[in-house]
Every structure is written in C-alpha cells, then in structure tokens.
C-alpha cells in the first residue's frame, strides 16, 4: 500500500511549466434521456477514472443548439439536428481527469499523452453507432447516426468553447476526487 499524497494549493497551474488541465464537454443527448440512460452513460465515464466537474439537466434553446454545432450549420441534416437536440431535456457535463491540486503533484509529466478529450472520444465510439465498435457507448446503445445518445468535444480548444457555452462559471466544481493516487502513479 501507499499513502495518498496531500493537497498541494495548484498555484502553478496556469503557469508557462504547466499546461492547463484539458477538459471534456460531454452532453447526453435527448433520446439518452428519454431511453433512462443517464446513469449507465455517466457511470462509464466514471469508471474509466474521469471525474464530473459540471453536471446539469438543461432543455437547450434553439440558438444554443445552433451555435454549439455552428460549423455543420451548411449539412443538410443541419434543421434535423438543431429539432433532435432541442426536442427534450439534455444532460450537460464536464469531465476532467485529474483534479488540478494532483495535477500540480505530479508535475504535469502523468499529464502528456492522457488527454481527456481524445479518451472520452474513445469510449463514445464512432458518430454512426452502426459503425462504432461494441464496448463503446454508441457502439453499445444506439443504431442511428441521428439517434446516437452522447455527445463528445471533438478538440481541447472545442472542449474550452463548448464548456464556456453550456455552463456559467459558478454551476463548476472544483473539488478533488480521492480516487486519483489510485488511478495514476
Ligand atoms: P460527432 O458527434 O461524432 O462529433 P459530427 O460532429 O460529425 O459527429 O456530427 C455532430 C452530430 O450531428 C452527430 O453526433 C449526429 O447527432 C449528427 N449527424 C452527423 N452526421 C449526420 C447525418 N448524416 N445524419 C443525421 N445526423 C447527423
């Protein structure tokens, strides 16, 4: 066994050494809702180790739904996406790895090549659930490419832009999980 480390105040995050803490923004869309899948959706997350910084059942207005997905604003399902995302609840989260006092533990060195974006991406699995392989959450759960339950940050930049446009600064958490000395060295 050994001991978990103690709470360091991250007054270096931010700083020049240490690359900020990339964040996901993961989105239950309106058919997981309505098919009770909330829960088996956000527990794959957190059992892959990620931890929930934001988490919220909002009902997204039209321009909302428009600007989040503004550069497929020129497909021609574009109208169709913009009904299906508004057409019910959504489940809004934001999802990080390490918490920011480990983070600054660690050095930043655990951080590189364990990008939270690219991972959450992973288990979410290809945008058409036909496609996506089993073990993924599409893969798992859906059939359609319209119907395809989650919704994933593509990039760390997409993830800060969608983060800044579903959640105002004071519905995220900064708290830290005690689970992580058990899930990184
Ligand atoms: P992803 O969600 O995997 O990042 P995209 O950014 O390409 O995929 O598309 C955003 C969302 O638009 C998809 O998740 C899906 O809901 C919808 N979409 C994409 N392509 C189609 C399509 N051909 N027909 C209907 N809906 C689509």
Redesign the pocket.
Known sequence: TRAAPRGIVASSLGSPACPEVEQSYIMI?PDGVQRGLVGEIISRFEKKGFSLKGLKLFRCPKDLAQEH?K??KD?P?FP??ID?ITSGPVVCMVCILFTATYFVILSCKAWEGAGVVASA?KL?G??NPLQAEPGTIRGDLAVQ????VV??S?SPDNGKREIALWFKEGELCQWESVQTPWLVE
Request: proline fraction near 0%; avoid cysteine; aromatic fraction near 16%.
């Open positions: 869309k997905y550069d497929l497909k399902f169709t996406l299906y991406r979410i290809a945008t490419t319209g119907r395809n919704h994933g593509d």
